[in-house]
């Protein structure tokens, strides 16, 4: 099958906010701008950066920098813990504010918007006014603290590739005239899809580097990745348009849901641990409800924070905060169900089983996961009814929480971490409201 490349036009923008955490930080913060700042979900020093400022990335402050090495690399830093709730709203102004100028049609991620052109808009330089639109849209009518650089392109995969080419406050454009050798400077790394293991996959065939990749006729490049996404990766680098732009494969029914959180130190024990887990189960079984699914099993997972010496004798890994770690992890699986009641009583069964030895000590993990999820209209009420009203109980909670804020009514096993384990920064996935909290 053949794809022809659109005229010299641009069919789409792709909007990436510039360092959107740490932006927003400073955007509600004015005394944290033009200083290195970076957002952190604790204050400790093993935890990483989840985001810096371009202020904090001159110096070579990145996500993923371990909190101790940024104190090291930058003494006067400003370390913020991040705020799920605020991103979240300004996430959703951010797209109003772009709404006011072109319509989004796509959200890939919470810093990242696509916003479909239409007829003449397409012409390079309609397409150019309606970014800079856009930009002074976001700085108008969100915050003179965030920026964003805009990528243009005739599909939405190089519309991507073109946001990130110049950063912060870029503007970007790639004819099909211009392609591919457009993209000849580039890393096989600024691809998007190629990660560390496809890039080494790929230099293990040959391919070092763009050039080389591009050379490429169509037979090789499907043979390269062995499927058809190296058909789309042809067209795509040279403007085609193969019918799904980019877009994520749509996947099947939801088959999960959960919440993990790596936790303070003063939670770092039996106690802290199950207060915590109890706390991820509350949002989870809300969640359950409100996106209208019913779960048949729990996972639980907890991690734990090793000696040195624990951790040479156990051969183990380090998590990406640098702890080094032993794990553990059940499930149990029941009769479908979403009441909060129940799945505490199922988890509870699992937290008796954890482990006891001495490598268990120090729980600095926790993750709860509801699986083998079915939509509610699947779901087979039992013959007997609802014993206790535990469907009543949790709905009236919900109530309550969608109210008032979703710790307002809970179970008192949870009371410990009532404040803590907020909602983790969303990244890929798009925050959504239930009542006044994002989740």
């Known amino acids: 099958m053949s794809f022809a490349p659109h005229p010299d036009r641009f069919q789409f923008l792709h909007i990436d906010l510039n360092s959107f955490f740490a932006s927003v930080e400073q955007q509600l913060h004015p005394e944290y701008r033009g200083k290195p700042v ?40 400003i370390l913020i813990e991040g705020s799920h709730t605020e991103y979240a709203k300004y996430s959703a102004a951010i797209s109003e504010a772009v709404e006011l100028v072109c319509p989004v049609s796509h959200h890939p991620s919470i810093d990242e918007m696509v916003c479909e052109l239409m007829g003449r808009e397409q012409e390079p330089p309609r397409a150019r006014r309606i970014a800079l639109d856009i930009k002074q849209s976001i700085y108008k009518n969100v915050g003179e603290a965030l920026r964003c650089s805009i990528g243009m392109a005739p599909n939405r995969y190089l519309a991507k590739i073109a946001s990130d080419m110049q950063k912060p406050d870029g503007l970007i454009g790639l004819l099909p005239s211009q392609l591919p050798r457009a993209l000849e400077h580039l890393d096989l790394r600024d691809l998007p899809g190629v990660g560390a293991r496809t890039e080494a996959r790929l230099k293990a ?84 409800r409100m996106e209208k699914f019913y779960a048949g099993s729990l996972s639980l997972t907890i991690r734990y924070q090793l000696t040195r010496e624990q951790a040479e004798r156990m051969r183990s890994k380090r998590h990406t905060s640098g702890i080094r770690q032993s794990g553990w992890g059940m499930e149990a699986k029941f009769r479908h169900c979403q009441d909060t009641l129940t799945l505490l009583e199922a988890m509870r069964g699992i937290w008796q089983q954890r482990p006891q030895g001495e490598e268990c000590r120090r729980p600095f993990f926790v993750g709860v996961t509801l699986r083998n999820l079915i939509p509610e209209n699947e779901y087979q009420e039992e013959l007997f009814g609802d014993e206790g009203n535990r469907a009543q109980l949790s709905q009236t909670m919900d109530r309550l929480n969608l109210k008032y804020g979703h710790t307002t009514l809970h179970f008192g096993s949870m009371l410990p971490a009532r404040e803590s384990a907020p909602t983790r920064i969303a990244f890929t996935q798009i925050p959504v409201q239930y009542g006044v909290d994002y989740m």
């Open 38 to 77: 970076a957002v952190v979900p604790t204050t400790a020093d093993t935890t990483c950066c989840i985001a810096a400022s371009y202020e904090a990335k001159a110096v070579g402050v990145r996500t993923g920098t371990q909190v101790g090495e940024a104190k090291k690399m930058c003494p006067g830093i």
């Open 205 to 288: 065939q040959g391919i070092q580097t763009m050039p080389q990749l591009l050379a490429l006729d169509h037979k090789q490049m499907h043979h390269l990745w062995n499927s058809v996404w190296g058909d789309r990766i042809y067209h795509w680098l040279r403007g085609g348009d193969t019918g799904d732009d980019g877009a994520p494969v749509g996947s099947e029914l939801q088959k999960s849901l959960g919440h993990s959180h790596v936790m303070a130190p003063e939670f770092r024990n039996d106690e802290g641990a199950w207060a915590i887990a109890n706390k991820l189960l509350h949002k989870a079984a809300m969640r359950l």
